[in-house]
């Protein structure tokens, strides 16, 4: 027995140095190991919870809730850890999920939300420079009178630096990826759909197309294609109200995308600074609204305006707000229609110089701005059949002229006619809370479960295209979250095969509605994107 245990020690010590050591020769395999190591112990800890509390009962939905919140505290700031690690497939996962408060633990999006386009910078000092001269095959400066060092966003496989050309004066943004990031992406891949088969089944079908359109991302020449694709079905008509950057084809290589600099900001922080003034406006800081705001969201209590409603409402706050500054400056205003303060001023300062006004800036209309959006990517869905499948809030920005600027295309699909009209059908069927036909047209399309369970369908296809509100997330009279959701459906009926057009279709769809619910809207897609629906089956049949 004891030469047993020695004989199977020595085999699992020289297996472990086997191991350690290809890990530490393979960068790709020592990511793995990495993962595996520091990810599935965690996975482990949040399942115990809940397999004391859903699978078996042992312990009630408030005790779990505790321990819930005590694993989020401490497990988000490992995750955080071992993203910023890995960086690769993980930190674009974080990035993509980041556009959904309602699917993550505030811990958890605390840092998520960063990754947008603010994540630490893999790049050593001038390599950022050293593979745009690679890959232009001569001296950067001959290229560009300036190139910005300091990248101005970094992403999960490159960064963006702003720079001017050298032939014509042009503020560009040149856009970087860096070297190994396809490679390091594709292990990473192939280990996180190991992990979902394993122990997360319900997300392989989905992964699979996820997985096929992310490894689009790595040849900036194609996505420069993408970027003149979109500029060109977009423009003519949305030119008032967003802009696509021009993309520079001549200088576009697999590892370098050079086109227009926008000047903005991200949607995000336009948006947090607008609601810092509405804060300050109640006596509060924006840390202290937003926590009432959560507050109010885990309670139950925040009521979800429609975009319509949400418009109404901006157009109410920015009255209320003009009527106030009106009154507020009225003996200013009064004042500075007479000269004597004017004299004043110029016998003191020797300036001609009335008294200052103090306006309020004016918040944004978010009901504006997300019905904006959503139309943009209608079209695109409809009108032209080639979208952006990742409208994450970072490749969203407030362009200093009041548009919206669009940006970031590395993920752009393509649908056949015949794609589009199955996916506008079902809209339509959606909208018409149709179960029969939606079951009906998702079947013809290719999906596949083990049951052909319609009603199963019917939820499934709400959530990923229309709308995940509490009749859709309500199984067997209890409303679930987004996580429990999806596991519920694939108890009751497991997914074999989800049509390529709707998964990458939905991702868009989810995403818009993600950003929505960020501010406060819950919306329906199907009912916004309906009439769009039936004028591009009108037009085609």
Not at 142 to 149: H, Q, R
């Amino acid at each position: 027995m004891g030469r047993t245990l020695k004989v199977i020690g020595g085999a699992t010590g020289t297996t472990f140095g086997a191991l350690t050591a290809l890990g530490y020769y393979d960068e790709g395999f020592g990511r793995t190991q990495t993962f595996w190591s520091r990810a599935f112990p965690i996975f482990l800890r949040y399942r115990w919870v809940q397999f004391l509390n859903r699978d078996m009962g042992w312990i009630s939905d408030e005790e779990a809730s505790t321990k819930y919140q005590s694993l989020h505290d401490s497990m988000s700031v490992r995750c955080r850890d071992l993203v910023y690690s890995l960086r690769g497939f993980y930190l674009k996962n974080a990035q993509m999920m980041s556009g959904r408060d309602d699917f993550f633990p505030e811990q958890y999006l605390e840092w998520m939300k960063e990754t947008q386009d603010q994540a630490p910078t893999p790049f050593d000092v001038g390599e950022a420079e050293r593979i745009v001269a690679d890959e232009f095959g001569k001296p950067i400066d001959e290229v560009f009178s300036f190139f910005d060092p300091t990248p101005t966003g970094v992403a999960s496989i490159g960064q963006v630096h702003r720079a001017i050309l050298k032939s014509n004066g042009k503020e560009v943004a040149v856009k970087v990826q860096h070297g190994g990031a396809e490679r390091l992406f594709r292990n990473d891949l192939a280990t996180s759909k190991t992990f979902c088969v394993w122990f997360m089944p319900q997300h392989v079908p989905v992964f699979d197309e996820m997985e096929k359109q992310f490894l689009t991302e790595f040849d900036y020449a194609e996505e420069a294609k993408n970027v003149e694709l979109i500029r060109k079905n977009i423009m003519p008509k949305w030119s008032h109200k967003v802009q696509v950057p021009q993309a520079y084809l001549p200088l576009c290589t697999k590892k370098v995308l050079v086109m227009d600099y926008l000047h903005g900001r991200r949607l995000v922080d336009g948006v947090k600074e607008s609601y810092s003034h509405i804060a300050k406006r109640m006596g509060k800081t924006l840390e202290e609204l937003e926590a009432e705001q959560n507050a109010k969201r885990k309670a139950g209590k925040l009521k979800l305006r429609s975009i319509k409603e949400e418009a109404a409402h901006a157009r109410k706050l920015r009255l209320m707000i003009t009527v106030g500054d009106y009154f507020k400056n009225s003996l200013r205003l009064l004042a500075n229609a007479t000269a004597v303060p004017h004299l004043v001023n110029y016998i003191k300062n020797g300036q001609l110089k009335g008294m200052e006004i103090n306006w309020t800036p004016i918040p944004l209309d978010m009901g504006e701005i997300m019905d904006t959006l959503i139309a943009v990517h209608g079209d695109q869905l409809f009108t032209h059949g080639a979208f952006n499948g990742d409208p994450h809030p970072g490749n969203v920005l407030l362009l200093t002229d009041g548009r919206l600027g669009l940006i970031d295309f590395g993920q752009v699909k393509k649908l056949t006619i015949d794609e589009r009209k199955n996916i506008a059908k079902v809209m339509l069927q959606l909208e018409s809370n149709d179960v029969d036909g939606v079951a009906g047209t998702v079947y013809a399309m290719g999906g596949r479960s083990k049951y052909s369970n319609k009603e199963v369908c019917y939820k499934l296809t709400s959530f990923w295209l229309d709308r995940d509100t509490e009749d859709i997330m309500t199984v067997d009279g209890k409303v679930l979250n987004i996580a429990d959701f999806l596991d519920a459906m694939e108890a009751k009926d497991p997914v074999g095969c989800i049509a390529e057009s709707i998964i990458m279709s939905g991702r868009m769809l989810l995403l818009l509605r993600g950003l929505a619910m960020a501010f406060g809207m819950q919306i329906s897609m199907a009912q916004l994107l309906a009439p769009k629906a039936q004028q591009f089956l009108d037009s085609v049949h």
